[in-house]
């Protein structure tokens, strides 16, 4: 399996998802891929719409991404903040096989998430990881999608978020023998911008759990019993990632960003900036059409 580099940059951000929009909209003008996306979808692609905030406009994710990395920047500095940790979350009760995963309600799941992380600062955002063998996380053999979270979380010590962590293992699954329903690891501040990319990122990757480790199985079946999993990804095909973008619909990057405490100030911030930065581009590309078309942009007020 080709492996996608891990984002760990605003540039590398910024690199991927672009390719990312490329290549999907490459497919959908193809023979292969004719016909697979709607119009209206089709539209919610376009960099003109980016200032709509759709959550499968790569662009939105982009100027979003850009406006993230610059305030964030700016935070630490001037709260003089040296420890950020980032945290996977993930529960089983947000699996499901592809055909239902419409059925997420992003609030029960950002309720969860707050429930795990009692009275702490953090910002991130929901993801949606493609899983190719279903039936490792559900009862179907059809593809799977695991909505979670990834976040950065600051003002804690270790020693209580490895209590919450504990307490989270201890009650919730994350799907199969192996992953763990509560991950974090500690980034120095100076690192902790680039990782916030990976925190905010759309789905780029699709992954294969395998058993790494088995007691027993059935020689008629192939069941195979007490199995611990190991995971892989690659880089998402063009197919699955038409699944991804249906399944997105017209969730926005809103609907789609966690914060919470000094988290929710920081989101409004990243969001002012993030609107007035489409929307002029968005200025930018009407006018450079009128000029196109021969039309002067200053007969308009």
Known sequence: MTAREPILSLDEYRNQHIEADAGLKTYVISAWGEGKLSNEILMRLEKRK???GFAINMHSRVAFAEAAARRLDSYFRDHEI????????????????????????????????????PGCNYLGGI???????GSVVTETREPAISWHAHLMVWGISEQ??????????????AGWEGATAFFFREWDSSRAVGRAMYALKAPLSEYIAYPSRADQSDAETGEIFNATYTQKKRVMRRTHAVDVVQLYGEASLKEMTLRAREGKELFRQISFATSWSTAMDAARGARQKMRILGIDPNMFP
């Open 127 to 133: 993801d949606a990881a493609y899983y190719l063998n």
């Open 160 to 173: 209580k978020l490895a209590r919450l962590a504990a307490r989270t293992n201890s009650r919730y699954k």
């Open 82 to 117: 040296r420890q950020v940790w980032f945290v996977d979350l993930v529960s089983d009760q947000f699996i499901f096989p592809l055909a239902d995963a419409n059925r997420i309600e992003f609030e029960a799941l950002k309720r969860w998430v707050k429930k795990q992380l």
């Open 50 to 52: 980016a200032h709509f």
